[in-house]
């Protein structure tokens, strides 16, 4: 039976099969099954087209496929748009409606939405993505589309059964079929190409049956519920799968199903061949009941100990199996798999088979269906740990990372289905087990501290895992689960999760640990850094801002006890590991800490969101101790790398520095850690935490009070850096308030406003240097309302200005004046700063506003600012400022410097001054009167009594005993030297000849500390003497015991380090001795801005206001003489180290004016170099051809720099550019701008440009006229003409060779080809191609070029005409072949060369003389044409303008000229005879085989004018010059009129028609009423105008013409041609052009300047056009005879007439299309739209900004020989210049010739930024004054001048 069904036509077929299933009898079903057995064959290839079909029409049951789907579709009832993407599809996130921060939505679903205002971007998805639109749980109900707003399944029906009955039978063979290929094509293992290759050819096969699939699902509910139910049926699949169904082909159905067993096998997470192998990590010391997972689990628990003692053998040294850890409830996690329905199979294949795209989309095309999307994400769960397995192995892991992602993100985004896996599936234990596995495979020992009993392991950074970033989809999941709330909490209840966790990140702990190099340089840099960093920010800190942003109230108290002590367990066993006593080793740090740090972040959320007590949550002081020493040590390296002690260690440890403190990962990194250092100075002992700091940063050697000293571990070049490193802590550590009590609005505030004082910063980069929260769901979002509202308060916005010809500038961002008065905060830059520069720029900015506002001119000091107030739980830490160590150091320093000792520096005593200064406004509070019973008698024999400052600070010291170098000068007893050098530890003066020493001090306080705590059980072992070199000053011999008389307290000291900053003795003196009241009335905040001398002054105010005793003191030292000033020994001695500052300072600043000044001369250099505009720039050569002078020009050569004049032997040349250009040739006649398409209605033709239209002139007056007439009738070059321009500086030809030869022999990379004649001129730089020679000038020429005398007219004609004659016996200068005419030559070859032969050939007959004579004088046209453009159009300006100074027309006009004279003009043809006498008229018809010549109307008038004067002999007189002009003028008149009279109506020309009347009314020849009627009288013989009547030339004028407008488009006519002429007089004899104010006076003033105008009329204001006429025989006469030429030959052109007669020479300026505003416009329409050649989508679509066309970037399917579309563009649209916008990344690409730039975006954001290739993707808006500055660049063919960076193409783009 079925196989007659099989023969039968598939659809009635099908409709048979579907009445027998409807029958009760289930004789269809069986019927059907028989069916689909042959269909769905084995045999069969997978999805051949017959299968497909087979499948579609059995499913339609008979209808056709495509209403079955509109069928189905009508049953839709999904509300979600679920549309899935691929990578780098474009989507769209809107912040303002997203819940969860994953959010996109597709294009179509944003538009249609409102989300107008909104923070949103556009995006280019990088894994693929689905849109969410519809999906409550991740987006707000506001932002879905009109689509997806309203709830649609309610009003839909219910799907009638018989529908969907044939798919219910058909579908679960379908995907059997599916599955069992998948099982086939499967072969072990993948690592082998040739398996890779059989893979990839299953996947292939089954692409028609995937996208059946696929097809289904995009049909709508109805059929997704029908798949999901197929798909997840247990009963269907234990049917069908394993085989036991059928009866015929059992055989291949078992042995299918044994391979879907097999494959099975590995899919445990540990699999049993590993497990016998496998050598599992070490126990972790001391930390017995900590379990780790490992690796024995198979199938089940495996306890068996006889296999464990036989693995232990292979593990190193001690390493012994560990179980996995109980707390993972369930040991299916470690399981082999199971499947019980046909999805979890389906997904098992996809996993094996890595994810590919097809399966990957259908999968998630079903997740609109509720029901499905639960049971696939438990499904995905269940396979979590077999898919990261395969992830670890894959080669392709970047790929499969994606795809994992762009499902795993869909499914763990919604709140409610995370919570229900992590309940029922144990998701969370899934991933830290896994994640731990994952770590297991890269463990290495850890070699910090005690390398021989360090137990400890770390992740190896250079392992591909951590390298190539393979853990991030698992980690990006971890976190996606963790923001949610529900899945949070149950984390952080769970302590065998929590234990599990800290295990996980003590693998990062003291990971890549740096060793410094003390001898040779490291040979080879690793780069695992950027590896560790990574791995740090994402696995570690990400994860606990997740954590951290559920702890935020305090009904969370106990999560956060929780955290806290696991991390001091897990701390306390990595002590324990490493071995860790108490003193770090030397030489190595480690800038990973992620135990300190959480434990930092957790206790900063405890005190500031949940109000715990601190010490509840801190350890004991021991403990304390220890954790300090880590996080210190890297700021001691911070110091240490930045004073280059760390330079053998290469580059790479910079690195690691700048990145600890770059702002994505500063908040993770350094922020904590100084945080951890500020609990521990205020829960520690405050002397035994100021004497470790100065012990850390190795500086102790060097605080004493003594001139030499010996430092065993520093170098004295580090001493000076080091030291200031440490102060400079010390103030950090205090000043700092992130975690101590601001808020986060004062953070922020205080982040951007360090960011803005380093520097102007556009919107985007500040957003990037804010540190934010790295967790996504943190709340605080950068481009938040929030951020916004504070950018404002703190800075004024600066809209991008721009310079033609200087660089794009952006919108800036620049801090208001009064943040610089009040806020800038010098501590906080320093913090921020990545390179130390950023810090002398913030204090170079704070300088230039102190200067601008006159509050301060010196150079200040960074000013010092009130902190604000600590949270109580942090008061402890302002006793570092109360603490005796401390005020020994500062009174040493003090000393030091006013002693002159060496290696002291200005910004050490700013910092030691700052120190006091935060001592002095954080006092403790003690009663002042306690302090005055101390009284005076107290003998001052000991450093301090007390800890407070104030009283410390009038404290005197007179005796101090020094240990030092027995070659110093105090041993001696000699005052001390000014030339000493560096000092060794403290010592306390008096007969009690004990040495204070730090280390000492320190040792003591630590075994204090222990003993307390354990009751002496750990014995003095605990500090055992230590060996190493640097601790014990004792060690060296040569020192020597002395006793220095010192007699000075802080503030004696303060008071001379005052004269000494000054340089004045006695300058200072207490005001308010002067005036008792003003202590009250002195602000010391007022004098925040100043120098060292403020900074004292206000320091003593300060003292002198907290204490009584303090002031009496400063009186009285006040009142003693001058103070003793160290000794001058020599004038050499004298150069102190302050002094050293100033003169450096001074330098600088020396610097600074010169660079300056050098900056502002090249700049004026490099405007007259390059600027077009500026009308009066003097260049430093000026070509003299234009000045009348009576001795030739002379030219100086810039390369050999002699001066001389132009020589036929030895020319010398101009430096120009040849290029060829096509900007006139676009020209429109309409002043509107052609509008760019944005949507399939709107289209451009070119068929009104300028080119166009010379184009189909030209071809249709070959087509009836003679060919060299043609050629001479017309101008080409409009498109792919040479435009020739010069930077004005000339050299000798000869130097110019040698010059070429040797940019040819350097082997330099340049921007240019030499061997194509570039080179950049060698004054200037300025781009250049060619040298044009100048003509030498003789003199006698200059006196004959007078004003013309007053010949008349005919006399003139005949003058010329005989100069003509001459032309052909005229010694032209090419017979003598000199140097010069040989340059003449070449530079004529390089013209011809720049552009494409067919620009220059129009000819019928190819190289024909006549073509070159077009060529010739059309180049000269066009210079003159563009020279017109670039003063806009007219010369109502006039003069001289910038181009002149520069012009190189004159010299280009003689090569031209010279070329030209070798043509000689057949006297038969002269033009000039027929525009000026009467000729017989050959009769034209005689000679049939020859054209006639063209008519003299029809000829183009500039044309002739080039043509005579550059064929005259080179001598040529004004007033032959003006004559020809004359001459031409009455044609171009002529023309004018003949013009109009097409214009008429009929009844227009019959009422002109009626000559008589006329001439007896007006002067004849001057009258254009005259010429008018007699030239329609002339015409009307020729049957001319009945062709008109009916065309449309007649309707281009509806009014009436009056007497004005025809007087108006007279003289509108003839303009161009008087503009050209007069620019033409203005280069060939050197007078200045006239200028006027209003547009109507330009006729006027250009016919008076060449002579058109007889002088009588001159000064009248209005100008006739007919006036300036002047006729050599009768005007009718002649008139008649130009209209023969026209009559005559219009019988076998009569369509045509009209349009030659008709010359229209007006054009609009040329402008490139007009843009839309917004660029989402062009984006959408173009983005998407297909080639027009290859009808592909381009990968890189790209606009032509000059016609509109659509091009494919670099798209090899349009390439055509070896050109790639848009250079072939660039060549046919603008000659070799071509200007591309590159939709997918809004920037502009030019290509000129064979090099191409990017030139930068018009498009800018509301900040006034670029977002080059779209990456923020927010909305851009047209610049359209950088447009402007693109289209004056593109019109003065300026781009190779102006851009700098130039690169070849390659023919690529």
Wanted: proline share 4%; aromatic share 8%; glycine share 4%.
């Amino acid at each position: 039976m079925a196989a007659s069904l099989l023969r039968r036509d598939k659809r009635s077929a099908a409709a048979s099969l579907k009445a027998e299933c409807c029958g009760q009898d289930g004789r269809g079903a069986q019927l059907l099954g028989e069916l689909l057995d042959s269909v769905l064959s084995p045999e069969r290839a997978v999805a051949e087209a017959e299968v497909i079909e087979w499948c579609k029409c059995l499913m339609a049951g008979g209808e056709s496929f495509d209403d079955f789907c509109k069928m189905v579709r009508g049953y839709d009832n999904a509300t979600l748009c679920g549309l899935v993407w691929t990578a780098n599809f474009v989507a769209y996130r809107c912040r303002t409606c997203g819940i969860s921060p994953c959010m996109s939505l597709c294009a179509e679903c944003f538009n249609a939405g409102e989300h107008t205002g909104h923070d949103f971007n556009m995006f280019r998805s990088q894994a693929g993505g689905a849109c969410d639109c519809g999906d409550s749980s991740v987006m707000r109900d506001s932002g879905f589309c009109k689509r997806h707003r309203s709830a649609t399944s309610s009003n839909i029906p219910s799907v009638p059964n018989e529908l969907m009955m044939m798919s219910e039978h058909i579908l679960p063979r379908v995907i059997l079929r599916l599955i069992q290929h998948l099982r086939d094509g499967y072969s072990e293992p993948v690592s082998d190409p040739a398996t890779e290759r059989d893979l990839q050819k299953t996947l292939q096969l089954m692409e028609p049956l995937i996208s059946l699939l696929e097809d289904l699902t995009k049909m709508g509910g109805a059929m997704r519920s029908i798949l999901t139910r197929v798909l997840t049926n247990h009963q269907i699949y234990k049917d069908l799968s394993s085989g036991d169904h059928c009866t015929g082909e059992k055989t291949y159905a078992k042995k299918n199903y044994e391979k879907y067993l097999a494959a099975l096998k590995g899919s445990g997470l540990v699999s049993s061949e590993e497990r016998s192998v496998t050598s599992v990590l070490d126990q972790m010391a001391g930390a017995s009941n900590v379990t780790i997972l490992g690796a024995t689990a198979g199938t089940g628990q495996m306890d068996s100990s006889d296999e464990e003692e036989q693995d232990g053998s292979q593990g190193i040294g001690k390493r012994k199996r560990v179980k996995l850890s109980n707390s993972t409830k369930d040991s299916s996690i470690m399981d082999i798999l199971k499947h019980k329905c046909f999805l979890e199979e389906i997904l098992f294949w996809t996993v094996k088979y890595e994810f590919p795209q097809k399966m990957v989309t259908f999968l998630l095309n079903m997740l609109p269906d509720q029901n499905y999307k639960i049971a696939f994400t438990k499904t995905f769960v269940q396979h979590y740990a077999f898919i990261m397995k395969t992830l670890i192995k894959s080669h392709e892991s970047d790929t499969m990372s994606n795809r994992i992602v762009h499902i795993s993100v869909q499914l763990f985004s919604n709140e409610e289905l995370a919570r229900q896996v992590t309940e029922e599936c144990q998701l969370l234990e899934i991933m830290v087990t896994v994640l731990l596995y994952m770590m297991e495979s890269c463990l290495i020992k850890s070699e910090l501290q005690d390398e021989e009993n360090n137990f400890h392991v770390v992740v190896n950074c250079g392992e591909p895992l951590l390298k190539n970033n393979t853990y991030w989809p698992l980690v990006s999941d971890f976190i996606n689960i963790l923001s949610h709330q529900s899945v949070a909490k149950r984390f952080l209840e769970d302590q065998g999760l929590l234990q599990m966790w800290m295990n996980f990140v003590s693998f990062f702990q003291g990971m890549n640990l740096n060793k410094r190099e003390l001898n040779e340089h490291v040979e080879f840099e690793s780069q695992t850094y950027y590896a560790a960093f990574a791995a740090e920010l994402e696995a570690c800190a990400q994860p606990m801002w997740g954590l951290l942003t559920h702890c935020k109230i305090k009904e969370t108290q106990e999560y956060t006890r929780t955290v806290v002590r696991y991390c001091l367990d897990a701390l306390q066993d990595w002590f324990d590991a490493i071995n860790f006593v108490d003193e770090p080793a030397p030489n190595q740090v480690t800038f990973h800490l992620p135990l300190h740090r959480y434990y930092a972040m957790f206790l900063s959320k405890a005190i500031r969101c949940q109000q715990l007590d601190l010490d509840s949550l801190l350890p004991d002081q021991e403990m304390l101790m220890k954790m300090m020493v880590h996080p210190l040590q890297i700021q001691a390296s911070l110091s240490e790398i930045h004073s280059n002690m760390w330079v053998r260690n290469g580059l790479q440890i910079k690195g690691q520095a700048m990145t600890y403190v770059q702002s994505h990962f500063c908040n993770s990194m350094i922020d904590p850690d100084i945080f951890l250092l500020q609990i521990c100075a205020s829960r520690l002992d405050p002397d035994y935490f100021v004497s470790s700091v100065f012990e850390r940063f190795k500086v102790v050697d060097l605080l004493t009070m003594a001139s030499q000293h010996q430092n065993a571990a520093l170098d004295t070049e580090h001493e000076r850096s080091m030291l200031e490193g440490a102060l400079t802590f010390l103030v950090i550590l205090l000043s700092l308030r992130i975690h101590l009590g601001m808020t986060d609005d004062e953070i922020l505030r205080a982040e951007m406003v360090a960011q803005l004082c380093m520097s102007d910063r556009t919107h985007s980069t500040l957003l990037d240097l804010i540190p934010e929260n790295p967790n996504p769901k943190s709340g605080i979002i950068p481009g938040s309302y929030y951020f916004e509202t504070m950018l404002s308060a703190v800075a004024d916005f600066k809209a991008p200005v721009f310079e033609p010809g200087g660089s794009m500038q952006q919108g800036m961002y620049t801090p208001k004046a009064d943040i610089w008065n009040q806020e800038f905060d010098p501590i906080m830059v320093i913090l921020r700063t990545v390179y130390r520069r950023d810090v002398q720029s913030a204090m170079d900015r704070y300088m230039g506003f102190l200067k601008q506002t006159g509050k301060f001119c010196g150079n200040p000091w960074p000013p010092y600012r009130e902190r604000a107030p600590l949270n109580p739980s942090y008061k402890g830490l302002m006793r570092i400022l109360h603490c005796k160590t401390l005020h020994i150091v500062l009174f040493t320093l003090l000393y030091k410097i006013s002693m002159d000792h060496q290696n002291m520096s200005e910004h050490i005593l700013c910092m030691a001054l700052y120190l006091i200064e935060l001592g002095l406004d954080n006092l403790p509070e003690e009663t002042v009167e306690e302090e005055e019973m101390l009284g005076e008698e107290r003998c001052s024999d000991s450093w301090f009594h007390g800890t407070n400052i104030a009283t410390n600070l009038h404290h005197i010291i007179n005796y101090v005993r020094v240990r030092l170098p027995e070659t110093a000068p105090e041993v001696t007893r000699e005052p001390p030297a000014s030339t000493s050098s560096d000092a060794s530890s403290f010592v306390q003066s008096s007969n009690t000849a004990q040495v204070f020493s730090l280390v000492a001090e320190r040792r003591r306080k630590f075994q204090e500390i222990i003993n307390r705590n354990s009751g002496n059980a750990i014995q003095t072992a605990a500090v055992r003497p230590k060996t190493s070199k640097w601790t014990a000053p004792n060690s060296t011999p040569q020192l020597t015991t002395t006793i220095l008389e010192v007699r000075e307290s802080m503030l004696s000291l303060l008071i001379k380090l005052h004269h000494k900053l000054s340089g004045k003795q006695n300058s200072y003196y207490p005001f308010w001795l002067e005036d008792s009241e003003s202590t009250s009335r002195l602000d010391p905040m007022q004098q925040i801005h100043g120098d060292g001398i403020t900074a004292v002054e206000r320091i003593l105010i300060k003292t002198a206001a907290r204490s009584r005793q303090n002031k009496c003191s400063i009186e009285e030292i006040c009142r003693k003489v001058a103070p003793p000033v160290p000794p001058k020994k020599s004038s050499s001695a004298d150069k102190k180290a302050l002094d050293k500052e100033e003169r450096r300072q001074k330098a600088r600043e020396r610097q600074q004016k010169l660079l300056a000044e050098f900056a502002s001369r090249q700049k004026s250099f490099m405007e007259t170099a390059m600027d077009l505009e500026s009308p009066d720039s003097d260049v430093a050569m000026d070509i003299g051809s234009s000045e009348q002078q009576d001795a030739e020009t002379v030219y100086d050569c810039v390369i050999c720099g002699q001066s001389g004049p132009s020589t036929e032997e030895r020319p010398t040349g101009l430096v120009v550019l040849l290029q060829a250009s096509s900007v006139l040739g676009h020209r429109r006649r309409s002043t509107e701008p052609k509008k760019l398409p944005t949507s399939d209605e709107e289209q451009i033709y070119p068929e009104d440009t300028c080119g166009t239209v010379h184009d189909v002139r030209i071809t249709d007056l070959q087509q009836y006229f003679k060919d060299s007439s043609c050629l001479q009738s017309v101008s080409i070059g409009w498109e792919g003409g040479v435009y020739v321009q010069t930077c004005g500086h000339t050299l000798h030809i000869d130097c110019h060779k040698s010059y070429m030869e040797s940019l040819r022999k350097d082997q330099v990379l340049q921007s240019f080809s030499v061997d194509k004649g570039e080179f950049t001129c060698p004054l200037c730089r300025q781009f250049a191609n060619s040298v044009l020679p100048c003509y030498p000038e003789k003199n006698e020429e200059k006196s004959i070029w007078t004003p013309y005398s007053n010949k008349n007219l005919m006399t003139l004609i005949k003058e010329v005409e005989e100069q003509q004659e001459q032309l052909g016996m005229f010694p032209v200068s090419i017979s003598s072949i000199t140097n010069l005419s040989k340059e003449m030559e070449s530079v004529m070859k390089d013209i011809r060369s720049t552009t494409q032969k067919k620009y220059i050939d129009y000819g019928k007959t190819p190289g024909s003389p006549d073509n070159d004579f077009l060529f010739m004088y059309s180049v000269a046209r066009l210079n003159l044409e563009l020279e017109l453009v670039h003063r806009g159009g007219n010369l109502c300006l006039g003069g001289a303008s910038a181009t002149t100074k520069r012009s190189c027309l004159n010299q280009l006009l003689h090569v031209l000229a010279m070329h030209m004279r070798l043509f000689r003009i057949d006297s038969a043809y002269n033009p000039w005879t027929r525009l000026t006498q009467l000729t017989q008229v050959i009769d034209l018809g005689i000679c049939d085989d020859e054209k006639p010549e063209v008519p003299l109307l029809y000829r183009d008038v500039s044309s002739l004018l080039l043509i005579l004067v550059l064929t005259m002999p080179q001598e040529l007189h004004k007033e032959h010059f003006t004559c020809i002009v004359k001459v031409l003028y009455n044609l171009l008149y002529t023309q004018a009129i003949a013009t109009l009279s097409v214009r008429f109506s009929k009844e227009e020309r019959t009422a002109w028609k009626n000559p008589r009347k006329l001439k007896t009314m007006y002067n004849s020849d001057k009258s254009w009423e005259v010429l008018l009627s007699h030239i329609i009288c002339e015409l009307s013989k020729g049957k001319l105008y009945s062709a008109s009547d009916t065309d449309q030339v007649s309707m281009l004028s509806t009014s009436a013409w009056s007497p004005q407008s025809i007087e108006y488009s007279i003289q509108q006519f003839c303009l161009p041609f008087l503009r050209t002429t007069s620019l033409l007089q203005h280069h060939l004899f050197g007078d200045d052009l006239p200028s006027c104010q209003r547009t109507e006076e330009e006729f006027g003033m250009l016919a008076s300047y060449l002579g058109l105008l007889p002088p009588s009329l001159q000064s009248s204001d209005e100008v006739n056009s007919s006036s300036c006429l002047e006729w050599p025989i009768a005007a009718l006469d002649i008139i008649s005879q130009w209209c023969l030429e026209v009559t005559t030959s219009a019988e076998s052109h009569s369509e045509q007439v009209m349009n030659l007669l008709v010359q229209d020479p007006q054009w609009s300026l040329p402008c490139l299309l007009q843009l839309p505003e917004n660029y989402n416009t062009i984006f959408q329409y173009y983005h998407r739209k297909a080639c027009v050649h290859c009808s592909k989508v381009p990968k890189d679509p790209a606009l032509c900004l000059v016609c509109g066309t659509f091009v494919c970037l670099k798209g090899q399917c349009c390439k055509q020989q070896s050109y790639c579309e848009c250079v072939l563009h660039s060549q046919n649209c603008g000659a070799g210049t071509g200007i591309f916008l590159l939709i997918n990344a809004s920037v502009i690409i030019v290509i000129r010739g064979h090099r191409f730039c990017l030139w930068g975006s018009i498009y800018l954001d509301t900040h006034g930024e670029e977002d080059k290739d779209l990456r923020r993707g927010k909305p851009l808006y047209l610049c359209n004054e950088r447009y402007k500055v693109l289209e004056q660049q593109w019109v003065t063919h300026t781009f190779d001048h102006i851009n700098k960076r130039w690169g070849p193409h390659y023919n690529g783009l």
